[in-house]
């Protein structure tokens, strides 16, 4: 050791004064040559995109939703993606980051080694996707908090009209500890599972839709039907509310995809355009399927389109070409419109807002399509692994959803019984009927 400390020091004498002016400068430009580089251009973009993805949780999220409620819930609704986004930014910070990326090399977790932000500063950073580029710390924590805020808001959609305010924000703080925290590590993290595997998933199809997706089914099978469902009239009070928020969607959602790229480079570019057109595709093909079964298209039908086009997309945007987003933006529709008029009625669920029936389903399509269409043979840009092939990735894709499915499918189970023992997951009769606008909240949305 001390051999190694004179060697060292005579290292930096020789790099130091006892080289002429012109060899110091030439041995400085090199280390900074060496160095990764904040590009100021990077950090402005996304500053950006992370804000709008929290554009896309509030206003969007809670406008979409609340559009398709009762008017009598239409607040309620604003009240619970209001409140589990900023109850998961607090978790996020204390330890949810930790246990997402803290260094770990577990293939389920990060670890305890970022709780409470410890060790992060102005001037530590995070990688990209370029060796050579780097973007302050903190605005990739708060990029990734983001995702982490809009997924369990997601879930809510699928128990509208019939849950405990209390239910909502105990279930979200459990099931982001032992469901997405997890899923996050395992697909995102370089030690994670599913990273390993080399699974594509670009910004979040099995992390943020397929996760949602399932939470959300098993949410709303464990607690019931709405009454009146079948017989009293549970049509969306404001489409008006609901295509603004749907609009918010897609607007916010070029900071969800684009901005995963974590540069603003080529790459993003494939990104934004991939977002433009599966998500136009998909809308179209939505209200097509409407028009040729029910001789109309409605704005519901075209919401619900571009929202599947969105989910989509998601973990396929970087890496596919814009034909196969046209391609895989119409096959999602034909998936998820089958579930929503078709099987969830088969099957006697009610997902009030079709969460499992678009992100859960669409986030599958999505994500076994990008293991197919990424192949430079169909557009795509290729496999990473250049000996990978199309149904080498393809396979791993589904390994990759067979392993969301299954960890919160069991996780969200224990969760919603856990939290039914605790506080109850469901109102009573009386307030249900009156609404959860004045039962849970004493205020009501609109003012006759």
């Known amino acids: 050791m001390k051999t190694l400390a004179k060697l060292s020091g005579?290292?930096?004498?020789?790099?130091?004064?006892?080289?002429?002016?012109?060899?110091?400068?030439?041995?400085?430009?090199?280390?900074?040559?060496?160095?990764?580089?904040?590009?100021?251009?990077?950090?402005?973009?996304?500053?950006?995109?992370?804000?709008?993805?929290l554009f896309m949780i509030l206003p969007g999220l809670a406008l979409f939703y609340g559009g398709l409620v009762r008017s009598k819930n239409m607040l309620s609704v604003l009240m619970q993606c209001t409140l589990v986004a900023c109850l998961v930014m607090v978790i996020w910070v204390i330890y949810g980051y930790s246990f997402a990326f803290g260094g770990s090399t577990s293939a389920f977790w990060g670890g305890f080694g970022k709780m409470f932000l410890a060790g992060v500063t102005t001037e530590s950073m995070a990688a990209t996707f370029s060796a050579d580029y780097v973007i302050p710390e903190y605005l990739f924590i708060c990029f990734q908090m983001t995702f982490a805020c809009i997924t369990p808001a997601l879930v809510v959609g699928a128990f509208a009209e019939r849950i405990k305010f209390s239910a909502v924000l105990l279930f979200t703080a459990l099931w982001v500890t032992f469901a997405y925290f997890p899923i996050a590590h395992m697909v995102w993290d370089a030690s994670g599972l599913i990273?390993?595997?080399?699974?594509?998933?670009?910004?979040?199809?099995?992390?943020?839709?397929?996760?949602?997706?399932?939470a959300a089914l098993i949410g709303c099978m464990v607690i019931g039907k709405r009454i009146g469902l079948g017989k009293e009239n549970m049509a969306p009070h404001s489409m008006v509310m609901t295509m603004i928020g749907a609009s918010m969607l897609w607007v916010g959602w070029f900071g969800f995809n684009v901005g995963s790229n974590l540069e603003a480079n080529g790459g993003a570019t494939l990104a934004m355009i991939n977002t433009f057109i599966c998500t136009a595709a998909a809308t179209m093909a939505w209200c097509a399927i409407e028009g040729?079964?029910?001789?109309?298209?409605?704005?519901?039908?075209?919401?619900?389109?571009?929202?599947?086009?969105?989910?989509?997309?998601?973990?396929?945007?970087?890496?596919i070409g814009p034909m196969g987003a046209i391609?895989?933006?119409?096959?999602?529709?034909?998936?998820?419109?089958?579930?929503?008029?078709?099987?969830?009625?088969?099957?006697?669920?009610?997902?009030?807002?079709?969460?499992?029936?678009?992100?859960?389903?669409?986030?599958?399509?999505?994500?076994?399509?990008?293991?197919?269409?990424?192949?430079?043979?169909?557009?795509?840009?290729?496999?990473?692994?250049?000996?990978?092939?199309?149904i080498g990735q393809t396979i791993v894709q589904i390994q990759a959803v067979a392993v969301t499915v299954v960890w919160t499918g069991i996780v969200s189970f224990v969760l919603f019984k856990l939290v039914d023992m605790i506080v109850g997951l469901r109102v009573d009769t009386e307030s249900e009927r009156i609404g959860l606008d004045q039962t849970s909240h004493g205020e009501s949305a609109y003012h006759a």
């Open 10 to 53: 005579l290292s930096a004498l020789v790099a130091g004064s006892a080289l002429p002016l012109w060899a110091q400068e030439a041995t400085t430009e090199a280390a900074e040559a060496a160095a990764p580089v904040m590009d100021k251009g990077d950090v402005a973009w996304m500053m950006i995109s992370t804000v709008l993805v």
């Open 195 to 214: 990273f390993n595997w080399g699974a594509i998933d670009f910004a979040g199809g099995t992390v943020v839709h397929i996760n949602a997706g399932v």
């Open 292 to 319: 040729m079964q029910r001789g109309k298209a409605s704005m519901l039908g075209a919401a619900s389109g571009m929202v599947t086009g969105l989910v989509a997309i998601t973990p396929a945007c970087g890496t």
């Open 327 to 390: 391609l895989l933006g119409i096959v999602a529709v034909l998936f998820a419109y089958f579930f929503v008029t078709v099987v969830k009625n088969a099957l006697g669920y009610d997902d009030s807002l079709d969460v499992f029936g678009i992100h859960g389903v669409a986030g599958i399509v999505g994500a076994v399509g990008t293991g197919i269409l990424t192949s430079s043979s169909l557009g795509g840009i290729g496999y990473a692994d250049e000996a990978q092939t199309l």
